[in-house]
């Protein structure tokens, strides 16, 4: 039989996503998350991505500033960066709460390469300012920075686009990567249940098929025990808005195997990549225009 070396295809690109319901206790969710990466690996992924706020989920600020700290001084990113040492793997931690001040925090993620060193940071740009009508109300910019630029990582010479979750809703954000050379878009995140019943998959193959580009998506799942609900279906999406992969709503991890032909062939059937252009808004009156879209929302 012929190897894909041999015929100088690249060998697919075996990925695990972890799927959590991550608490108050930062480390009984490490420990959680050390279990569920090492199962990823022994099942064969070279690269693993866990959830946006693999640390904790704390809605209340107070215990929130109580319960994070600096990048310098968190056990958690330390003991996953020897995680991926000693696996030999790349993790993605899809994102840690982090002080960067006594009352400012940064929702940013990692990769960790198979030696342990942070190969990339990213600081999730979009907040999460929402009342969803239901007595839900998120309004993460009271505590969290934003992040201003996007982030490209590697992994085995993969080009690989990092975002977190509200992300997902501004489309600019995955082309301006996807046209930097992104080949795989990732998506950690912790959905709500109303919103994910209704945007998740959706938006996701959306991304995947504007850019032709694999989108992976580890998510949280679940009641927490803050008493937020979120929606699960940790996902793999392939660049034709093909599900490869769909995780329930419980713990565990999610297997797929990237054949990363697959995006040049999705690219050449749909060049849309090549084909964008820069344009102007023409119309209303800036005044008006801001005055009309302050009233429909």
Same mark, same amino acid.
């Given at each position: 039989?012929?190897?894909?070396?041999?015929?100088?295809?690249?060998?697919? =690109? %075996?990925?695990? /996503?972890?799927?959590?319901?991550? !608490?108050?206790? #930062?480390?009984? *969710?490490?420990? @959680?998350? &050390? $279990?569920?990466?090492?199962?990823?690996?022994?099942?064969?992924?070279?690269?693993?991505?866990?959830?946006?706020?693999?640390?904790?989920?704390?809605?209340?600020?107070?215990?929130?500033?109580?319960?994070?700290?600096?990048?310098?001084?968190?056990?958690?990113?330390?003991?996953?960066?020897?995680?991926?040492?000693? =696996? %030999?793997?790349? /993790?993605?931690?899809?994102?840690? !709460?982090?002080? #960067?001040?006594? *009352?400012?925090? @940064?929702? &940013? $993620?990692?990769?960790?390469?198979?030696?342990?060193?942070?190969?990339?940071?990213?600081?999730?740009?979009?907040?999460?300012?929402?009342?969803?009508?239901?007595?839900?109300?998120?309004?993460?910019?009271?505590?969290?920075?934003?992040?201003?630029?996007?982030?490209?990582?590697?992994?085995?010479?993969?080009?690989?686009?990092?975002?977190?979750?509200?992300?997902?809703?501004?489309?600019?954000?995955?082309?301006?990567?996807?046209?930097?050379?992104?080949?795989?878009?990732?998506?950690?995140?912790?959905?709500?249940?109303?919103?994910?019943?209704?945007?998740?998959?959706?938006?996701?193959?959306?991304?995947?098929?504007?850019?032709?580009?694999?989108?992976?998506?580890?998510?949280?799942?679940?009641?927490?025990?803050?008493?937020?609900?979120?929606?699960?279906?940790?996902?793999?999406?392939?660049?034709?808005?093909?599900?490869?992969?769909?995780?329930?709503?419980?713990?565990?991890?999610?297997?797929?195997?990237?054949?990363?032909?697959?995006?040049?062939?999705?690219?050449?059937?749909?060049?849309?990549?090549?084909?964008?252009?820069?344009?102007?808004?023409?119309?209303?009156?800036?005044?008006?225009?801001?005055?009309?879209?302050?009233?429909?929302?």
């Amino acid at each position: 039989m012929t190897s894909p070396e041999q015929t100088g295809t690249p060998a697919p =690109l %075996r990925v695990g /996503l972890v799927q959590m319901r991550t !608490g108050r206790d #930062v480390a009984a *969710n490490l420990d @959680v998350t &050390r $279990a569920l990466v090492r199962e990823a690996a022994q099942a064969g992924a070279r690269y693993v991505q866990t959830p946006e706020m693999t640390n904790i989920i704390e809605h209340g600020r107070a215990a929130l500033f109580e319960a994070i700290v600096e990048e310098g001084q968190d056990k958690t990113l330390a003991a996953l960066r020897e995680l991926a040492r000693d =696996l %030999r793997i790349h /993790l993605h931690i899809g994102s840690l !709460g982090l002080k #960067v001040s006594e *009352n400012r925090a @940064v929702n &940013r $993620a990692f990769l960790i390469t198979p030696d342990g060193a942070i190969a990339a940071r990213y600081d999730k740009i979009h907040m999460f300012n929402v009342d969803l009508g239901n007595g839900e109300t998120y309004n993460e910019s009271a505590a969290y920075t934003p992040g201003d630029r996007a982030v490209l990582g590697e992994v085995d010479g993969i080009r690989f686009g990092l975002s977190i979750c509200y992300d997902l809703r501004f489309p600019a954000l995955f082309r301006a990567l996807a046209e930097a050379g992104a080949q795989v878009l990732t998506v950690p995140a912790a959905f709500t249940r109303p919103t994910g019943e209704a945007h998740w998959h959706v938006l996701l193959r959306a991304r995947a098929i504007e850019n032709g580009a694999f989108v992976l998506a580890a998510a949280q799942g679940g009641l927490h025990e803050n008493g937020r609900e979120t929606y699960g279906h940790s996902l793999v999406v392939d660049p034709w808005g093909r599900i490869l992969a769909e995780g329930g709503t419980e713990p565990g991890i999610l297997i797929a195997d990237l054949d990363l032909g697959a995006v040049e062939a999705a690219r050449r059937r749909i060049p849309s990549l090549s084909h964008g252009r820069r344009f102007e808004v023409e119309g209303l009156a800036l005044e008006s225009r801001l005055h009309l879209v302050g009233e429909s929302t």
